[in-house]
């Protein structure tokens, strides 16, 4: 007598893709952010650095003020701004290294 094997060992096993933001990077790839990143960069679509030193680049960015991992609002409009590549560098930079220029 044939048994049947209705085990299917090949078929990988369910995993949910839903669940806790983990990183960074997942927030960063998160539908919300997503969202509120452009609703920023269409209500400023400049470098909010280079317009206070009266320079007008396009922003290519929208940063954290506060950073999230410092318990700043990950999802609030006021917490952002829209920065040019080379701002978001500068400030970055300066976030490493805080006594440096
Ligand atoms: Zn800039």
């Not at 999802?75 to 978001?88: E, F, M, T, V």
């Amino acid at each position: 007598m044939l048994k049947k094997n209705c085990r299917r060992p090949w078929l990988p096993e369910h995993k949910p893709h839903e669940g806790r933001i983990h990183t960074n990077t997942e927030f960063y790839q998160s539908t919300a952010w997503r969202k509120l990143r452009s609703v920023k960069l269409q209500q400023q679509p400049l470098c909010e650095e280079c317009l206070q030193q009266g320079a007008t680049t396009p922003a290519q960015m929208v940063d954290h003020i506060r950073p999230i991992n410092k318990g700043g609002a990950a999802l609030d409009l006021k917490n952002l701004q829209s920065l040019c590549h080379a701002c978001h560098n500068r400030k970055s930079g300066r976030e490493r290294h805080p006594r440096k220029p």
